[in-house]
T-cell receptor, first 115, second 111 residues
Framework: DAMVIQNPRYQVTQFGKPVTLSCSQT?????MYWYQQKSSQAPKLLFH???????NEADTPDNFQSRRPNTSFCFLDIRSPGLGDAAMYLC??????????????FGSGTRLTVV | EDKVVQSPLSLVVHEGDTVTLNCSYE??????LLWYKQEKKAPTFLFML????IEKKSGRLSSILDKKELSSILNITATQTGDSAIYLC???????????FGKGTMLLVSP
């Protein structure tokens, strides 16, 4: 029944070793978002896709990239993870930009550890 | 830059207590304010508020928006241990249409 699925739930990667986090959705929503949430911090928007249009936040480091090969899938690539990139990464979707009466639908998140 | 400030950052109460969580915001062209509950996983949607003074209610939870004061409160009555979570407030402006979150209030309800 899960509608926004993130894999894996927990990811350990080595310092500097590229890592990819994945998100899939069964809602057929147009918009997919990636948020980074560090301990005791607000979720911070990294980027979002409206369909195939990619929108990067101005302060998202170049180390973070994203791909959306089709409506259902969106990937977050971290090219050279640093210790400061350890965080929970949340994927979310919405039918359109803006929110319906139900807000965004979030996945369960991937907790990334960098060693 | 849109800004959301939540208070308190953390709170410990006993089961049965009533709690009030606060959210204040600065946003260009305010569109809506949302409350989420986050346990050890994804945030789950609680309320969306767009109009000032209209209370939204779901069971023991209720929330209201005050556009004049640029703030919202989330009330939880007769708290239960299952209410222990981080409560996130987020705002959306009408232009950019993405959510800006506050840091959250960590609520712990002790038996």
């Amino acid at each position: 029944d899960a509608m926004v699925i993130q894999n894996p739930r927990y990811q350990v990667t080595q310092f500097g070793k590229p890592v990819t986090l994945s998100c899939s959705q069964t809602l057929n929503h147009n918009v997919m978002y990636w948020y980074q949430q560090k301990s005791s911090q607000a979720p911070k928007l990294l980027f979002h896709y409206y369909d195939k249009d990619f929108n990067n936040e101005a302060d998202t480091p170049d180390n973070f990239q994203s791909r959306r090969p089709n409506t259902s899938f969106c990937f977050l690539d971290i090219r050279s993870p640093g210790l400061g990139d350890a965080a929970m990464y949340l994927c979310a979707t919405s039918r359109e930009l803006g929110v319906s009466n139900y807000g965004y639908t979030f996945g369960s998140g991937t907790r990334l550890t960098v060693v | 830059e849109d800004k959301v400030v939540q208070s308190p950052l953390s709170l410990v109460v006993h089961e049965g207590d009533t709690v009030t969580l606060n959210c204040s915001y600065e946003v260009t062209n305010f569109r809506s304010l949302l409350w989420y509950k986050q346990e050890k996983k994804a945030p789950t949607f609680l309320f969306m508020l767009t109009s000032s003074g209209i209370e939204k209610k779901s069971g023991r939870l209720s929330s209201i928006l005050d556009k004049k004061e640029l703030s919202s409160i989330l009330n939880i009555t007769a708290t239960q241990t299952g209410d222990s979570a981080i409560y996130l407030c987020a705002v959306m402006n009408s232009g950019y249409s993405t959510l800006t979150f506050g840091k959250g209030t960590m609520l712990l309800v002790s038996p």
